[in-house]
């Protein structure tokens, strides 16, 4: 069969109608991939983009695709293959959507869903226009992802995402607190206000009033559409940080102080997206009373946590607790089983005692994913992968079947969470332990399905000689000392158990 | 609607010998199943080879769980039974000696449903809707496998109320595959975990996606000694990830763009979710199908498309092969990919058998 030649660069009219051979072709373009021949190709064959302004590039031309292509909107993201998906930016599946809808239909409050559904699609939206439009923090953020992809990966050895944060910007905004100065935040700026507009008074989502402050998407007059062209918000209270006085609120609930973007407080449990904040300009913040269901929030003390919040009970995915403002993937959990933000396998920042870092900062908790560092194993920026080689610790030697003859690598993956760190926890750990994504962590917790693992290859650790007197003081120090946390892995000795 | 001829066996049009009129909501002439449900269908499965007859059943979003027979030479459609469950059922999977049907939903639970004497019993209990179950059968142990949106992976001796084992997922579990010794779960957050049945399940590896977006269907395949070595995971941007447990070569791994329009649009492609992946049980080859309401055949090994569909008048949500590859069904109906205001519940759902043995025979490597 002849191949289409238009197929071949990537636009052929006449698609499966056409009459010549349109073969599919082999591992696809890395960030950006495109349907017509745009300027910005991502230049290296191996699919990551050769230089960063590329990937910035092809992750705005992304987000325009999905824009205008009637994607699944209530999806995931990450810019590389192989590489975590962006932080925030989080999986609802149809199904997921439908059975709320259903669940209303039954318990006959369908204004639930309606809010609940026209309020995901305008975050999303939002944060599909902020991956659009970088700013200075989103750009950092993924200057550090687009160097460890091309370093292969995982980090091994320094932090990805840096230790302390010398700055102590939080990725995803949330200000608020004492040092976070700036606060601009990832997805918006936050100085103490919630990212996507909407301040003080009634909570429109999306800030159908400007507000004087610069919130970076305030003052979005429009309402965000649906999506796929259908209503706007209610007119009452909004979703995000609205009021909900019902139960069986899907989204959210109250703010007191509106403008939470993921805020609200969800005093039913069963919320889908509860949270409470307290204060202001919590993105992804709120807490969330009710102990089960809850998928997003956590709490915010105050303002300005962008994805940080507190999680007094488990099951929260994101969100941990921010008792300074800004955290921003931050913010400890108290109980285990957030994925995101939160002390215990916290994903992003661990805690945040003074201000907002995001990325790195001090954990006093072990197991924060990324940033701390060195002390938690299982951190996955920063931090050591305790086996290098098998990105997902275990190597497997080969072997004729399949699952070749290693318990080992079961082993070095708990079953847990795929963002996380941990393992050290005390107590912390979400149930079944982590099975860390990216090099991981030590100890699997209880329970976990896997075995424990074998013993770490040599380079996850540094050699005492490596580490400066400053890095060694440091780890043995109670605590990381912002501005001086150490960019590599601490030495096996110091890590025994 | 449709003529019953006789074109009998080695026809080339028809296995089933017989044609339908072309409509707008039946494209490809294919058979279409008699009293569809009422609702979206959402799992869709034929039995295992150890009953001789031929039997299809599917669950659906109106909480209903049919049970149709499936005549091998005509095609012919014949409803048997049908269960309730106190939610929408979003999965099933047959016991494999073909006596029991299990069932999951959203109202958290798994049901046995014992087809000789049509009674249901509750085997399995999550904290949220149950999105995945699946039949394991070991040497020394069966059970099923239960994923939810808890993020919680469990294992059930249907005996006891209690699970034998229970995983903790690092996320939702969006979509799961057996195939004996191995299982693969894939999560929400494009988690993709392996596990190793044997002796007893446990985790194998985790493993990163190929994918940029969210998962939504995955399926294993075997090796050329019949082995299972590797999965297909599709995603709701329109691609495919064929993704091996233990690459030879990196380069094995390869993803591949489906399911998307011409790009009429001011030059975008509408771009629309990979709902199912299937694989021909005989010749190694799959099938996908999505929202855009096609279904496409592709030769993985030779990296081709093999055939791509007419469009339905929806989506089509799922689909299955019968043991014997004779038989591709797929069912048409709206999987709530443009959310509910595009969702008609007055619209039929169809489910449709296509005679799939010949058009799905790989491609020789060119």
């Known amino acids: 069969m002849v191949v289409c030649t238009y197929y071949n660069q990537g636009y052929c009219r006449y698609g499966d109608r056409c009459r010549f051979d349109h073969p599919f072709k082999g591992p696809t373009a890395?960030?950006?991939?495109?349907?017509?021949?745009?300027?910005?190709?991502?230049?290296?064959?191996?699919?990551?983009?050769?230089s960063f302004n590329e990937l910035l590039t092809g992750i705005a031309n992304e987000m325009k695709v999905w824009e205008n292509s009637k994607q699944w909107p209530f999806s995931c993201f990450s810019p590389l293959k192989g590489q975590p998906c962006i932080p925030g930016l989080t999986d609802l599946s149809p199904e997921e959507v439908r059975a709320e809808a259903y669940k209303s239909k039954v318990?006959?409050?369908?204004?639930?869903?309606?809010?609940?559904?026209?309020?995901?699609?305008?975050?999303?939206?939002?944060?599909?226009?902020?991956?659009?439009?970088?700013?200075?923090?989103?750009?950092?953020?993924?200057?550090?992802?687009?160097?460890?992809?091309?370093?292969?990966?995982?980090?091994?050895?320094?932090?990805?995402?840096?230790?302390?944060?010398?700055?102590?910007?939080?990725?995803?905004?949330?200000?608020?607190?004492?040092?976070?100065?700036?606060?601009?935040?990832?997805?918006?700026?936050?100085?103490?206000?919630?990212?996507?507009?909407?301040?003080?008074?009634?909570?429109?989502?999306?800030?159908?009033?400007?507000?004087?402050?610069?919130?970076?998407?305030?003052?979005?007059?429009?309402?965000?559409?649906?999506?796929?062209?259908?209503?706007?918000?209610?007119?009452?209270?909004?979703?995000?940080?609205?009021?909900?006085?019902?139960?069986?609120?899907?989204?959210?609930?109250?703010?007191?102080?509106?403008?939470?973007v993921f805020g609200g407080q969800s005093q039913p449990t069963g919320s889908v997206f509860g949270g409470q904040t307290q204060s202001t300009g919590s993105v992804f913040g709120g807490?969330?009373?009710?102990?089960?269901?809850?998928?997003?929030?956590?709490?915010?003390?105050?303002?300005?946590?962008?994805?940080?919040?507190?999680?007094?009970?488990?099951?929260?995915?994101?969100?941990?607790?921010?008792?300074?403002?800004?955290?921003?993937?931050?913010?400890?959990?108290?109980?285990?089983?957030?994925?995101?933000?939160?002390?215990s396998g916290s994903t992003f920042g661990g805690q945040t005692q003074s201000t907002g870092s995001v990325f790195g900062g001090q954990t006093a908790s072990t197991g924060s994913t990324f940033g701390s560092l060195a002390q938690t194993t299982g951190s996955t920026f920063g931090g050591q992968p305790q086996t290098t080689g098998s990105t997902f610790g275990g190597q497997t030697p080969a072997a004729s079947s399949v699952f070749g003859s290693q318990p080992a690598p079961a082993a070095a993956a708990p079953a847990g969470s795929v963002f996380g760190g941990q393992a050290a926890l005390p107590g912390a750990q979400p149930a079944g332990g982590g099975g860390g994504l990216f090099g991981k962590g030590g100890a699997p917790a209880?329970?976990?399905?896997?075995?424990?693992?074998?013993?770490?290859?040599?380079?996850?650790?540094?050699?005492?000689?490596?580490?400066?007197?400053?890095?060694?003081?440091?780890?043995?120090?109670?605590?990381?000392?912002?501005?001086?946390?150490?960019?590599?892995?601490?030495?096996?000795?110091?890590?025994?158990? | 609607m449709t003529m019953f001829g006789t074109g009998g066996l080695g026809a080339s049009s028809s296995v089933f010998g017989q044609t339908a009129?072309?409509?707008?909501?039946?494209?490809?002439?294919?058979?279409?199943?008699?009293?569809?449900?009422?609702?979206?269908?959402?799992?869709?499965?034929?039995?295992?080879?150890?009953?001789?007859?031929?039997?299809?059943?599917?669950?659906?979003?109106?909480?209903?769980?049919?049970?149709?027979?499936?005549?091998?030479?005509?095609?012919?459609?014949?409803?048997?039974?049908?269960?309730?469950?106190?939610?929408?059922?979003?999965?099933?999977a047959w016991a494999d000696d073909g006596?029991?049907?299990?069932?999951?939903?959203?109202?958290?639970?798994?049901?046995?449903?014992?087809?000789?004497?049509?009674?249901?019993?509750?085997?399995?209990q999550h904290d949220a809707p149950v999105k995945t179950v699946h039949w394991v059968k070991a040497p020394n142990y069966t059970c099923i496998m239960t994923g939810s949106w808890d993020k919680t992976l469990k294992f059930w001796d249907t005996r006891s109320p209690n699970p034998m084992m229970s995983i903790a997922l690092p996320e939702r579990a969006y979509c799961a595959d057996v195939d004996y010794p191995m299982a693969v779960v894939s999560t929400a957050n494009r988690g993709i975990i392996v596990y190793q049945l044997e002796g007893q399940p446990q985790q194998f590896k985790t493993q990163e996606s190929s994918l940029r977006y969210q998962?939504?269907?995955?399926?294993?395949?075997?090796?050329?000694?019949?082995?299972?070595?590797?999965?297909?995971?599709?995603?709701?941007?329109?691609?495919?990830?064929?993704?091996?447990?233990?690459?030879?070569?990196?380069?094995?791994?390869?993803?591949?763009?489906?399911?998307r329009s011409n790009g009429t649009n001011q030059g975008y492609q509408d771009i629309f979710s990979v709902n199912d992946i299937r694989f021909h049980p005989v010749h190694g080859t799959l099938a996908t199908v999505g929202s855009d309401g096609r279904f496409s055949f592709w030769d993985k090994d030779a990296r081709t498309k093999l055939k791509t569909s007419e469009a339905m008048e929806q989506s089509i949500t799922k689909c299955a092969f019968n043991h014997t590859g004779q038989i591709f069904a797929y069912a048409v109906s709206y999987d709530w990919s443009k959310g509910h205001e595009f969702y008609t519940p007055t619209k039929k759902n169809y489910i449709f058998l296509h005679p799939c043995f010949e058009e799905l025979k790989p491609r020789p490597k060119t």
């Open chain 1, 30 to 50: 890395g960030a950006g991939a495109n349907y017509r021949a745009q300027a910005q190709q991502p230049a290296a064959a191996a699919g990551t983009p050769s």
């Open chain 2, 99 to 124: 006596t029991k049907v299990f069932m999951s939903g959203c109202d958290n639970t798994v049901r046995c449903w014992d087809l000789a004497s049509n009674q249901t019993v509750q085997v399995a």
């Open chain 1, 107 to 260: 318990a006959n409050t369908p204004d639930a869903y309606l809010q609940f559904f026209n309020a995901k699609v305008a975050e999303y939206r939002q944060k599909r226009a902020s991956l659009h439009n970088a700013s200075p923090e989103m750009r950092t953020y993924m200057q550090q992802m687009f160097s460890s992809s091309l370093s292969g990966g995982g980090g091994t050895g320094s932090s990805t995402f840096g230790g302390a944060p010398q700055t102590s910007k939080s990725l995803f905004g949330g200000g608020g607190g004492a040092a976070a100065a700036t606060g601009a935040g990832l997805f918006g700026k936050s100085t103490g206000q919630s990212v996507l507009g909407a301040q003080t008074g009634s909570a429109s989502v999306f800030g159908a009033r400007p507000q004087p402050t610069g919130s970076v998407f305030g003052g979005q007059t429009q309402p965000a559409g649906s999506v796929f062209g259908g209503q706007s918000q209610p007119a009452a209270g909004s979703v995000f940080g609205g009021q909900s006085q019902t139960t069986g609120s899907v989204f959210g609930g109250q703010a007191q102080s509106t403008s939470s």
């Open chain 2, 21 to 92: 009129a072309a409509s707008t909501a039946n494209p490809m002439k294919d058979i279409e199943v008699v009293s569809p449900p009422d609702d979206s269908v959402s799992c869709l499965e034929f039995s295992p080879p150890a009953v001789p007859q031929t039997f299809l059943v599917a669950g659906s979003w109106d909480n209903n769980v049919r049970c149709w027979e499936v005549d091998q030479n005509s095609g012919k459609t014949q409803p048997k039974a049908q269960q309730t469950m106190g939610g929408p059922v979003l999965d099933v």
């Open chain 1, 446 to 497: 209880a329970g976990a399905a896997g075995t424990q693992p074998t013993a770490a290859p040599a380079d996850a650790y540094s050699e005492p000689s490596e580490l400066s007197e400053q890095d060694r003081e440091q780890f043995a120090a109670a605590e990381f000392t912002l501005g001086k946390v150490p960019l590599v892995p601490p030495t096996r000795e110091m890590c025994a158990r």
């Open chain 2, 215 to 259: 998962h939504r269907c995955i399926s294993i395949f075997r090796d050329k000694m019949n082995r299972p070595t590797g999965y297909a995971i599709g995603s709701v941007e329109g691609r495919v990830a064929i993704q091996y447990v233990n690459p030879a070569n990196p380069k094995d791994n390869f993803t591949f763009k489906c399911h």
């Open chain 1, 287 to 343: 807490q969330s009373q009710p102990a089960a269901g809850s998928v997003f929030g956590g709490q915010t003390q105050q303002t300005g946590s962008v994805f940080g919040g507190q999680t007094q009970q488990t099951g929260s995915v994101f969100g941990g607790q921010s008792k300074s403002g800004g955290s921003v993937f931050g913010g400890q959990t108290q109980p285990s089983g957030s994925v995101f933000g939160g002390q």
